[in-house]
Structure formats: C-alpha cells, structure tokens
C-alpha cells in the first residue's frame, strides 16, 4: 500500500501549469524524473555512449567523418538542436554528438544529454528521406528532452526507496535514498535499452514532428515512414520503438497535430538550405 501513497503525494507536488503555446501541446516533463539527478543520468548516458563507440569502433562498424551518410545525418542534426532547447533548457549545454554504426538493424536513439546513433539498416533498408530522417531523429531527440530516461528511472527509484524507507511517506518523496537514485544514474540502468511506455512515444512522435517543422524538414514525411516501417516490420514491432501504440495509431495522431506544426515548416522551408555539408 505504501507505493500507491508515495506516488499520490509526489503527483500533489505537481508541476507548473504548461502555459500556452505555439505548436503541439504535451504538458510538462514527468515529476517522477527529479526523483533522479539530471547530470547524473547524463553522465552515465556519456559513458555508455562512449563504450558503445568503442565497441563499434573495435569492429570496424563505426562510420567515418568523412562517410556521406554521416555527414548527412550531422548536417540534419545541426538543424534540429537549435530549437532542442525551448522544450529543455539543459539541451543548450548538452555536447551533442551524432555518429553512424554499420548495422542492418532498424534502429536510431538519442541518449540524455545529446547523444545521437543511427544504425545503417534504418537508412539503407527503408530508404528514408531527409525528411524521413528528421522525423527520426526529433522523435529520439525528443525522448531526451522529455527526460523519459530519467522519468523511468525516478520511478524506478520510487519502488525500490519504497522498500526501505517504512511508513514514512514525507521522507519517501522527497528523500528517496540519494545513494539510490544516483546509483540508478551512474549505471544502474541500462540507456541502450531502455524500454519507453505508450505515452512517452506519443509524445516523442508530437515533440519530434515539432523539431523537425521548425528545422524545415516536412513534418507531412511521418505519415511516409510509418508506412515504410509497417512495410519493412510486415506486422511486426519495429526494433527502433516500443510495441506499442501501433503504426496506424502513430499516423492518426501525426495527422490529426498536422495544422499545429505546417505553419513552421512553411515558415523555415522558405529559405531552407540544403542537407549536404559537415557537422
């Protein structure tokens, strides 16, 4: 009985009313993620970043500075951050990186604290648009600055303080073990894989089709890529998402938040330079 109490007082906490804005409306970030300390999960995320390059590197699957697929990607990137940081201020101080791995996995994230990976099966496989991958790549961006990571691992933290700290509710939310929460942040969650929940997707999907708009890619190219995804998965999750919501349900909610995000696109697509060129 003890969590279901601890989780009702942390949401009487509540956040600062979302207040009105341009552009698709998802709320405030999760509650649950101060339960975690933000540089801390962006370090751990750093660190796991950098042994996944390593890893890569020791096979010969990490793409060059100089491969045209990377370049492209990093220069899509460097159009979408600029606007990373009106939906997380810590974004602007983020060391973003974008690499490349050599891999027929369906598959792209992006880690707390900027770090960006594609695998070159999403790109070969699916043929994928620079549109197409801008949709990609602000859906990944978007779970880090949602702090979806961190929102889990908070909860996370919740249950197993829950365990230790008896009847003391106060004392549960808002001092959850330190040693805990930061042992979860420094590597006791595995960023590579983790897992996010219907609600974090559709919000990655509305925050991500926003970034690309605004950065003048055709937020319109989601509907394209559900449809190659659903083709090249023929019914099956792809590896790249969670299972769930469907491919269908991700196309009814980018339609339907279409008007919400046009105007930026037509704005930024105005003047839009081309996606060749370094990082």
């Known amino acids: 009985m003890l969590l279901p109490i601890l989780v009702l007082a942390l949401s009487s906490l509540g956040s600062p009313q979302a207040q009105a804005r341009e552009g698709v409306e998802v709320g405030n970030n999760s509650a649950f993620s101060r339960l975690v300390p933000a540089d801390s999960v962006e370090r751990s995320a750093a660190q796991q970043y950098a042994q996944m390059l390593q890893q890569a590197g020791s096979k010969n699957a990490l793409a060059g500075k100089e491969q045209a697929q990377l370049k492209r990607l990093r220069a899509i990137a460097q159009r979408i951050i600029p606007f990373a940081a009106a939906w997380n201020p810590r974004a602007k101080d983020w060391r973003w990186e974008v690499n490349l791995i050599g891999s027929p996995q369906i598959n792209a994230f992006c880690m707390p604290g900027g770090k960006?990976?594609?695998?070159?099966?999403?790109?070969?496989?699916?043929?994928?648009?620079?549109?197409?991958?801008?949709?990609?790549?602000?859906?990944?961006?978007?779970?880090?600055?949602?702090?979806?990571?961190?929102?889990?691992?908070?909860?996370?933290?919740?249950?197993?303080?829950?365990?230790?700290?008896?009847?003391?509710?106060?004392?549960?939310?808002?001092?959850?073990?330190?040693?805990?929460?930061?042992?979860?942040?420094?590597?006791?969650?595995?960023?590579?894989?983790?897992?996010?929940?219907?609600?974090?997707?559709?919000?990655?999907?509305?925050?991500?089709?926003?970034?690309?708009?605004?950065?003048?890619?055709?937020?319109?190219?989601?509907?394209?890529?559900?449809?190659?995804?659903?083709?090249?998965?023929?019914?099956?999750?792809?590896?790249?998402?969670?299972?769930?919501?469907?491919?269908?349900?991700?196309?009814?909610?980018?339609?339907?938040?279409?008007?919400?995000?046009?105007?930026?696109?037509?704005?930024?697509?105005?003047?839009?330079?081309?996606?060749?060129?370094?990082?």
């Open 116 to 279: 960006i990976a594609f695998y070159s099966g999403i790109l070969q496989q699916l043929k994928l648009t620079d549109d197409e991958v801008a949709m990609v790549m602000g859906h990944e961006i978007a779970h880090a600055l949602r702090e979806h990571a961190r929102e889990r691992m908070g909860k996370s933290a919740l249950t197993q303080g829950a365990a230790r700290i008896g009847g003391a509710v106060a004392a549960g939310v808002l001092g959850v073990d330190p040693r805990l929460t930061d042992g979860l942040a420094r590597g006791g969650a595995n960023l590579l894989t983790l897992e996010f929940s219907r609600e974090d997707e559709s919000e990655a999907d509305l925050v991500g089709m926003e970034l690309a708009a605004r950065a003048g890619y055709d937020p319109r190219s989601g509907v394209s890529l559900w449809q190659k995804m659903g083709a090249a998965s023929k019914g099956a999750p792809p590896q790249w998402l969670s299972t769930h919501p469907s491919g269908k349900s991700r196309i009814a909610l980018i339609e339907k938040n279409l008007p919400k995000v046009m105007p930026f696109f037509e704005r930024a697509s105005k003047d839009r330079p081309s996606s060749s060129g370094g990082w």
